[in-house]
Nanobody, 121 residues
Framework: QVQLVESGGGLVQPGGSLRVSCVASGFTFSRYRMSWYRQAPGKERDLVATITDGGGTTNYADSVKGRFTISRDNAKNTVYLQMNSLTFEDTAVYYC??????????????WGQGTQVTVSS
């Protein structure tokens, strides 16, 4: 059974930091590209950051470049999103996503249940 379980969300003041985590199970984590998405109330779900299966390449949305860092630990089946210098606009539900990169897994696309991040003074 595939599971992606996010944790680490919460309430933080503007300018603060937070790290969210996503633990994967039920598939071979090291063969999957991992991403973080977020969805604010009344808005579409947007891509925040992506990391390749081996962790060698990362990409970020322009809105978070220089503030957020995605990383992964394949030994722990975990992907992280370190968020610094948070602003009100970062308030959203953050979702973990796993996508297969091998040919026989290319259609696999898994989602976590999300974790709420609220930036408020």
């Amino acid at each position: 059974q595939v599971q992606l379980v996010e944790s680490g969300g919460g309430l933080v003041q503007p300018g603060g930091s937070l790290r969210v985590s996503c633990v994967a199970s039920g598939f071979t984590f090291s063969r999957y590209r991992m991403s973080w998405y977020r969805q604010a109330p009344g808005k579409e779900r947007d891509l925040v950051a992506t990391i390749t299966d081996g962790g060698g390449t990362t990409n970020y949305a322009d809105s978070v470049k220089g503030r957020f860092t995605i990383s992964r630990d394949n030994a722990k089946n975990t992907v992280y999103l370190q968020m610094n210098s948070l602003t009100f606009e970062d308030t959203a539900v953050y979702y973990c996503n796993a996508r297969g990169v091998q040919l026989w897994e290319i259609r696999n696309n898994y989602w976590g249940q999300g974790t709420q991040v609220t930036v408020s003074s």
